[in-house]
């Protein structure tokens, strides 16, 4: 007991004087023993870093068949579960024996209508015809009234001549007078420049008949007037003549005007009353044209409703024809039937999913991927699919859509991943195992995750240099499942200590070569 309490009372630096001591014996007493270690070699190679991720298989087109009958009741049912269709291929037959009978109904009111419409086209051709005519009857009475106006004033100018020949028989039968004569010859002057007139007007109106201008009847009237107008010329002249020449010649020459003048008056008369007949027998057509016009109006109407009768009777006919071809339900898509919901006999409401058809061609895999592996992706990278159902079966694929939203309570991001291989044997919704490779790295070093060595965040390895060991550092590009990628610190063929942490930077070593 007095020994240990002198050991104890001993100062502190004695301790460590004596451990120190210890240390130098030992390393001198195996200085010299070398210590055996499991190396190898380096040697790059081609390596990938992939991402492992567990996923489900998804169909990229899937369709479902549903019913767009109110109420039917299946009468055929030709599909199963799994069977092959393709696009147009006849899936089930709805009841569809009512809607014949609602077809036919349809379609026999449809031609009836047809029938009522050719009907009403008919009559309104006809009424429209009636009302041409009756229109041109009226245009054609203005032609008339003016004959009749040019009638009149042929008459008025026959009257007025037939008054000036009665005056001048009556001068001459009483003898002239000198004031006589010189009136005489102011009316042949007047008579001839009227006679003038007319002549040019006759030479007008025949130039505006030739062109087309106007009707021949206003030329007549115009050679009309001018006959007129050469006789009253005419009669003024001989009257002149008489009061210059003589009592009794004259009287005989003025009776003789007189007659003339008289039966030119009775023809203008005539003229006239016959240019007022027709005139007013024309006029008499303008009820019939307001009847012709009413009778157009009301077969417009008809046909009009004949129209949209037929509009309102097609249009049902060709609902009845939809719902007829919506009791054929058809694949819209090649696929398989992944789903049935419905068997023969069934009464199925509209609306209501029946059959769900999968393409069998084309599939993707959807992965829920944790948000901090996000940055190790991108689309188009490659991606191996093996399903957990056959894992000897490998699919190719790609990152074809990355989320834009992650789970909350997850903490995850949908990832789509786009099948460019496929077979039969791939069904919907297995699921399956991802590996995404994420880089690739050519003539990499690769050394297993042993040889590294960490001091204070600073990677290195133990490099063996003839019979001793060097610690080198090194920067460390990536980790995978088959070691430490590094880029720098090693170089191809260098001896590396598998277990760094086994020995020391300058350790005497007997190495066990490992081949990687």
């Not at 991402?51 to 298989?57: A, M």
């Not at 008949?209 to 001018?226: D, F, H, I, Q």
């Not at 009775?266 to 016959?274: C, I, P, S, T, Y």
């Not at 006999?345 to 061609?361: E, H, N, Y």
């Amino acid at each position: 007991m007095s020994r240990l309490r002198y050991l104890f009372s001993l100062p502190k630096w004695v301790y460590f004087v004596a451990v120190a001591i210890s240390v130098a014996i030992g390393y001198s007493l195996f200085s010299g023993r070398p210590r055996e270690v499991e190396t190898f070699s380096v040697n790059p190679r081609d390596i990938d870093t992939v991402l492992s991720l567990t996923g489900r298989i998804e169909p990229i087109s899937e369709v479902s068949i549903s019913s767009a009958s109110s109420v039917a009741q299946v009468r055929q049912l030709l599909v199963d579960v799994g069977a092959r269709v393709e696009p147009g291929q006849l899936l089930l037959k709805l009841d569809d024996g009512e809607l014949l009978a609602q077809e036919r109904e349809a379609r026999s009111l449809l031609k009836q209508a047809e029938a009522e419409l050719m009907r009403a086209q008919a009559a309104y051709r006809g009424s429209s015809l009636s009302r041409t005519i009756a229109d041109r009857s009226l245009e054609l009475s203005l032609d008339l009234r003016a004959s009749r106006d040019q009638a009149a004033e042929n008459l008025r100018i026959s009257e007025k001549r037939l008054l000036q020949v009665r005056a001048r028989l009556q001068k001459v039968a009483t003898g002239a007078r000198p004031e006589d004569v010189r009136k005489a010859q102011a009316s042949l002057g007047s008579a001839e420049a009227t006679m003038a007139d007319r002549e040019r007007e006759v030479k007008r109106q025949s130039y505006l008949y030739e062109t087309g201008a106007v009707p021949k009847k206003n030329l007549e009237s115009a050679e009309l007037a001018l006959v007129t107008a050469k006789a009253a010329t005419e009669s003024a002249r001989q009257e002149l003549k008489s009061l210059e020449s003589g009592r009794a010649e004259d009287i005989a020459e003025s009776q003789a005007a007189l007659a003339e003048s008289e039966t030119a008056y009775a023809a203008a008369k005539m003229a006239l009353q016959r240019a007022e007949r027709a005139l007013q027998e024309r006029l008499s057509l303008r009820s019939q044209a307001q009847s012709a016009a009413n009778e157009v109006q009301v077969n417009q109407f008809a046909l009009e409703a004949a129209k949209l009768l037929i509009e309102v009777r097609r249009a049902r006919a060709d609902e009845i024809a939809a719902k007829l071809q919506q009791t054929e339900l058809r694949a819209p898509i090649a696929g398989y039937v992944s789903r049935r919901d419905v068997s023969l006999g069934d009464t199925v409401q509209a609306g209501k999913v029946l059959l769900r058809i999968t393409s069998g061609i084309s599939f993707r895999a959807s992965a829920d991927v944790d948000e901090k592996l996000l940055p190790e992706l991108k689309v188009g990278l490659a991606a191996i699919i093996r399903p957990d159902a056959n894992p000897s079966m490998a699919y190719s694929a790609v990152v074809d859509q990355i989320g834009r939203e992650a789970n909350r309570t997850t903490g995850t991001v949908l990832v789509r991943f786009r099948l460019t291989s496929t077979d039969e044997q791939l069904r919907s919704d297995l699921t399956t195992n991802i590996t995404v490779v994420t880089k690739q790295y050519k003539n990499a070093i690769v050394v297993p995750n042993s040889c590294i060595a960490k001091v204070n965040e600073t990677s290195f390895v133990m490099v063996v240099e003839g019979k001793r060991v060097r610690r080198q550092e090194v920067k460390v590009v990536s980790s995978t499942a088959e070691g430490v990628i590094l880029a720098s610190g090693v170089s191809a063929a260098d001896e590396l200590v598998l277990d760094a942490q086994a020995v020391s930077d300058g350790a005497l070593v007997q190495s066990k070569r490992k081949q990687t």
